[in-house]
């Protein structure tokens, strides 16, 4: 059974505009969640990670959000640039220590058009 | 530089080969994982390892073995592969704490 579900599984904007990436997830426990960006072809590279009960995370041009009680966060991308287009993934960690484990989504595919 | 570093990055074998993945890190983390990645799936876990011959299956083990005889390498072993095991294949390292750094991947084409 899925513990990580990604919507929409793809999306397509205009460059400058905003966009939102949703995770809902039913791991337990559910540590922290981090968000990575996957070009086509590429490795995994950490947007962000959140940790609290309620959390907000802001790195340049992406935000975003965590609420553990809805087990549910959101990537929010501003003012999107055509190397935004990639597969951006959500991850839950079970635990903060050596020991945990990672569940994974399948990710949502963004596509930035001029 | 902290690092993780899998070679090959790309690999064509027929089936029934022997194929060997090796993934190394820099940062002498303890724990450290192999997934595949298929189209349309997240990451799904192979193996895990604790340490130094301390390895556990992870959700999908059938068809792989694993090998760390030291604590920065950490090899992925397939034994007579098959076609459905075509896929692209990672590693990671992970300290305490919530960091995890992923090497770049090595893309396996079985035919």
């Known amino acids: 059974k899925t513990q990580v579900e990604q919507s929409p599984q793809s999306l397509v904007v205009r460059q400058g505009e905003n966009c939102v990436l949703q995770c809902n997830y039913s791991v337990t426990p559910d540590n922290h969640l981090r968000w990575f960006k996957q070009d086509t072809g590429k490795g995994l590279v950490s947007l962000t990670v959140l940790v609290d009960q309620k959390d907000k995370t802001s790195n340049g041009r992406y935000s975003a959000t965590l609420d553990k009680d809805a087990k549910h966060s959101t990537l929010h991308i501003t003012a999107t640039l055509l190397d935004d287009t990639a597969t951006y993934i959500c991850?839950?960690?079970?635990?903060?220590?050596?020991?945990?484990?990672?569940?994974f989504g399948a990710g949502t595919q963004l596509i930035v058009i001029p | 530089d902290m690092k993780v570093t899998q070679m090959p990055r790309y690999l064509i074998k027929r089936m029934g080969e022997n194929v060997l993945l090796e993934c190394g890190q820099d940062m002498s983390h303890e724990t450290m994982y192999w997934y595949r990645q298929d189209p349309g799936l997240g990451l799904q876990l192979i193996y895990i390892?604790?340490?130094?011959?301390?390895?556990s299956e992870g959700d999908i083990p059938k068809g792989y073995r694993v090998s760390r005889k030291k604590r920065e390498h950490f090899s992925l072993i397939l034994d007579s592969a098959k076609t459905n095991q075509t896929s692209v294949y990672f590693c990671a390292s992970k300290g305490e704490g919530t960091e995890v750094f992923f090497g770049k991947g090595t893309r396996l084409t079985v035919v």
């Open positions: 991850v839950v960690g079970d635990r903060g220590s050596a020991l945990g484990r990672l569940h």
């Open positions: 390892s604790y340490d130094v011959d301390s390895n």
